[in-house]
Nanobody, 121 residues
Framework: QVQLVESGGGLVQAGGSLRLSCAAS????????MGWFRRAPGKEREFVAAKVWSTTLYADSVKGRFTISRDNASNMVYLQMNSLKPGDTAVYYC????????????????WGQGTQVTVSS
């Protein structure tokens, strides 16, 4: 069983930055693929970024602006978001699964409660 708790969301002006954090429970955290997803108002949940060991993947919409990182010793995953745009406004979710493909395709077993990110123009 893995529990995920996100934090770090908030209100920021366009062009600004935020860093989201995801605290994970579990003794085998390092073996889990971790991902970030988001859901904007009126839209479906979409993939943002994922990382397992040395493999990292980003959605085209955030490539070059967002960076996913993890600290396995602390059971933490981060999403550094730079050059934020109003279109990045969404609830951001952390996800975990032992399967990379499950995380990448949005079928992870474990999800956090989400943290709101609002980017004003």
């Amino acid at each position: 069983q893995v529990q995920l708790v996100e934090s770090g969301g908030g209100l920021v002006q366009a062009g600004g930055s935020l860093r989201l954090s995801c605290a994970a429970s579990g003794r085998t955290f390092s073996s889990y693929a971790m991902g970030w997803f988001r859901r904007a108002p009126g839209k479906e949940r979409e993939f943002v970024a994922a990382k397992v060991w040395s493999t990292t993947l980003y959605a085209d919409s955030v490539k070059g602006r967002f960076t996913i990182s993890r600290d396995n010793a602390s059971n933490m995953v981060y999403l550094q978001m730079n050059s934020l745009k109003p279109g990045d406004t969404a609830v951001y979710y952390c996800a975990a699964d032992q399967s990379w493909s499950s995380v990448r395709n949005g079928y992870a077993d474990y999800w956090g409660q989400g943290t709101q990110v609002t980017v004003s123009s």
